[in-house]
């Protein structure tokens, strides 16, 4: 019987006699059996072909296919005419053939739900899951098999599988570590932690999760309170954010930051809480450095403007200093009995002079004459000056590298900071203490410029300071390079010797380091570049030693002062030495006086006409050029101040030259920031008289430069 739909059931199926009730009981009649029977197949054939899953028909005996549906047809890819009567073995895959037995023998043995593989018409190979039953029909066994295409299932469990190899390989690479945490009643208890803290942190996970104490006993104990403190805030606000200290595996802490978010369900309620670790040690590290670096900067900005404030004051000074020092010591020398009062003022500009040179000192404005040298050598020369100085009370010693590199300084500069630094540990080490003097070679790296913003790597020369004294506290350190800055007694000093350590350091290309401890004494160390190095360099070999050149004094040239003592600064009581006055037939000369300052301005030009001079006097560049141009005879020299107002006496010098070759020119100052000194070095071919000045010294800075060669 075909159907109107035109499908035609098998005849094993028609031919099974109906045995179902009939209405009330009574038999229907052969209409209404045909009727039902039609029914029946409508229903069936809808559901055989509606089916989502793939159904066969399968003769046990045979093991061929009698009947199939159309989602079968779709999977194997067969007409259902080419499917009926197929053998099974045909539907394995040939990597199942050496066996046949996947599909067909799970078929033939009817074993309820399992998997297969089945092949396709193209040779395709599809996952199937099989559900086989067998159904007893006369004559004929049937097993009737679904079969659901596990194509799109296999694909998600592949791509699934993927996704979490992909997610473990994002976590062993991750810098951060993630973590769930279950909602008890008495708090969160961590369930899962990714597999990459054993790298991070030294711990493995299944350690981890076996101990509920785990994370409380890893918070740095000042930290506990704040980061415990999370757990309530993410259950109240659904996040949380905290950084504490936790304990590494090492014993170390490393800083850690933790994000925390509450998961909910549909309804609000709270499910757990995920998480994430992030050491942070590096960053806060870096941080630290940052803030140092920035105090540093801010202390260095600070010693700078200490530093321009004490060369300004030093510059007025310095005038004020060589009118009352040089008409001091023109009063002593002109009277038979000087009062004793004379002489109590001259000593008093002479303390004055001193403390001016340290202030000079101090803010990098000193006149310097660098040259090669050894300082072991200068340690060698001063070493009986500082057993005398220490005393008897103090043990000095000496640690000298044998093969000391060669640094380029001052020498007299290089004495006063080994007096100074020796004076100031003798006075705060006490009876039966320690001294040690030290030279090194060193090579201090980028590193260093976090003590140091101005530092620049390279090869330095050490020279070390080291006592068994009381040592400073951090507050005392932190201040311990600032000008008229002293914990000594009133009197006892002026709070410049490390002031002009520093000062002269720097102004050598140097560095000074403070390394001190209340009760554990102090050391200081300056660090001088190596003679010729530059920079940086990979040389470690010696550096040849150039010839010294030829050095000519052009003006006074201050000693190398005492340092701070009890006392102050030590002076000596004497009487002025006459000026050196040129013979009467050399004595013609006209000279041309320009300062600004006009206690200055009179007493040079009252020395110059006292011993022969002609003086012309002007103040500014405008009376120079006028006084010049007024003169109808010749000026044989230019004694001009550095710092004038207007155009100073580098622009006065350059523009009378031009209009009187031959002239002279003689600079006078106080102040070494300028423009003839770059960095306390004169210019080369320029005659430089420093202030004060006393009248020798002007009478002799000026025969010496109008009896040098002309240019």
Same mark, same amino acid.
């Given at each position: ?36 029977? $039609?029914?029946?197949?409508? =229903? ?35 007409? %259902? !005419?080419?499917?009926?009567?197929? !053998? ?32 396709? @018409? %193209? ?7 099989v559900t086989a039953w067998t159904v007893d029909l006369p004559g004929l066994p049937v097993v009737f098999a679904l079969l659901r295409d596990l194509t799109r299932q296999k694909q ?35 369930? &899962? ?20 104490? &785990? &994370? ?23 996040? !949380?954010?905290?950084? *504490? ?6 014993? =170390? ?48 900005? %600070? ?13 007025? #000074? ?64 001063? $070493? ?16 000298? $590298?044998?093969?000391? &590199? ?22 705060? /080490? ?12 060193? *090579? ?23 006592? +068994? ?8 350190? @932190?201040? !311990? ?45 300056? #660090?001088?570049?190596? #003679?010729?190095?530059? +920079? ?15 050095? /000519? ?11 701070? /003592? =009890?006392?102050g600064t030590a002076t000596g009581r004497h009487r002025a030495t006459p000026p050196h006055r040129p013979s009467d037939d050399s004595n013609h000369e006209t000279l041309l006086v320009?300062?600004?300052?006009? =206690? ?24 120079? #050029? ?40 003689? *600079?006078?100052?106080?102040?070494? @920031? ?22 020798t010294a002007l009478a002799s800075a000026v025969r010496e430069a109008l009896d040098s060669p002309r240019g």
């Amino acid at each position: 019987m075909v159907s109107s739909s035109g499908y035609e059931p098998p005849a094993h199926i028609m031919s099974t006699p109906y045995r179902g009730p009939g209405i009330g009981g009574a038999q229907p009649d052969s209409e209404e059996i045909k009727r039902r029977l $039609e029914q029946a197949e409508l =229903s069936f054939k809808a559901l055989f072909d509606n089916s989502n899953d793939a159904i066969l028909l399968v003769n046990r005996t045979t093991m061929k296919v009698v009947d199939a549906n159309l989602r079968a047809s779709q999977v194997l890819g067969y007409d %259902r !005419a080419e499917l009926v009567q197929l !053998a099974v073995e045909q539907l394995t895959p040939p990597t199942d053939a050496s066996t046949g037995r996947s599909l067909g023998e799970g078929l033939r043995l009817a074993v309820g739900d399992f998997t297969a593989r089945v092949a396709t @018409k %193209r040779r395709a190979v599809v996952d199937v899951a099989v559900t086989a039953w067998t159904v007893d029909l006369p004559g004929l066994p049937v097993v009737f098999a679904l079969l659901r295409d596990l194509t799109r299932q296999k694909q998600f469990e592949r791509e699934l599988m993927l996704s979490a190899r992909r997610m473990r390989q994002l976590f062993d690479v991750s810098p951060t570590m993630t973590h769930v945490l279950d909602i008890l009643e008495d708090g969160l208890r961590l369930s &899962w932690i990714s597999e990459n803290v054993k790298r991070i942190l030294g711990y493995t996970p299944e350690e981890i999760l076996a101990d509920p104490t &785990w &994370w409380h006993r890893g918070i740095h104990p000042d930290d506990q309170a704040h980061a415990l403190q999370t757990n309530d805030e993410v259950l109240s606000k659904g996040a !949380a954010r905290v950084e *504490y200290r936790f304990r590494h595996s090492d014993g =170390s802490y490393h800083w850690t930051q933790e994000e925390l978010r509450l998961v909910t369900d549909d309804d609000g309620t709270p499910v757990e809480v995920v998480g994430s670790w992030a050491d942070i040690t590096d960053k806060k590290t870096a941080e630290a450095a940052f803030i140092e670096g920035e105090r540093r900067l801010r202390e260095s900005q %600070r010693m700078e403007a200490i530093a321009n404030l004490a060369g300004g004051i030093a510059h007025d #000074f310095n005038n004020l200093l060589t009118t009352i020092s040089g008409y001091a010591n023109l009063l002593l020398e002109e009277s038979d009995h000087p009062e004793p009062d004379l002489e109590e003022i001259r000593t008093a500009a002479e303390r004055g002079a001193e403390l001016v040179r340290q202030l000079l000192a101090f803010s990098r404005r000193q006149t310097v004459r660098p040259e090669p040298i050894d300082l072991n050598e200068v340690i060698v020369r001063l $070493e009986r000056v500082l057993g005398r100085m220490i005393g008897v009370d103090i043990t000095l010693h000496t640690v000298l $590298e044998p093969d000391l &590199w060669l640094t380029e300084a001052d020498s007299a500069q290089i004495e006063q900071i080994v007096l100074n630094l020796a004076s100031n540990s003798r006075d705060a /080490t006490g009876e039966g203490g320690h001294i040690t003097l030290g030279t090194a070679n060193v *090579y201090l790296g980028p590193h260093y410029r976090q003590l140091d913003p101005e530092f620049r790597p390279g090869r330095y020369v050490s020279l070390s300071v080291t006592d +068994t004294g009381r040592g400073m506290p951090p507050e005392v350190r @932190k201040r !311990a390079f600032e000008p008229f800055f002293t914990t000594k007694p009133q009197g006892k000093g002026t709070g410049l010797g490390l002031s002009t350590v520093y000062g002269m350091a720097k102004q050598s290309g140097g560095h000074v380091i403070v390394d001190s401890a209340e009760g554990a004494g102090t050391r200081v160390e300056v #660090f001088l570049p190596r #003679f010729g190095s530059g +920079t940086e360099t990979d040389d470690d070999s010696p550096l040849p030693i150039p010839a010294t050149p030829d050095r /000519t004094e052009t003006g006074a040239r201050g000693e190398a002062t005492a340092p701070e /003592t =009890s006392g102050g600064t030590a002076t000596g009581r004497h009487r002025a030495t006459p000026p050196h006055r040129p013979s009467d037939d050399s004595n013609h000369e006209t000279l041309l006086v320009v300062e600004d300052e006009p =206690s200055v301005r009179r007493y040079a030009s009252h020395i110059l006409r006292g011993i022969g001079y002609t003086v012309l006097e002007a103040g500014c560049a405008e009376e120079a #050029f006028a006084a010049a141009d007024g003169h109808e005879g010749v000026i044989s020299l230019l004694l001009t101040d550095v710092v004038l107002p207007g155009p100073g006496g580098r622009a006065v010098a350059d523009s009378l030259v031009q209009s009187r070759p031959g002239l002279r020119v003689l *600079y006078m100052s106080g102040y070494a @920031k300028d423009s003839i000194v770059h960095d306390g070095r004169v210019e080369p071919g320029i005659s430089l008289l420093p202030k004060p000045f006393s009248a020798t010294a002007l009478a002799s800075a000026v025969r010496e430069a109008l009896d040098s060669p002309r240019g």
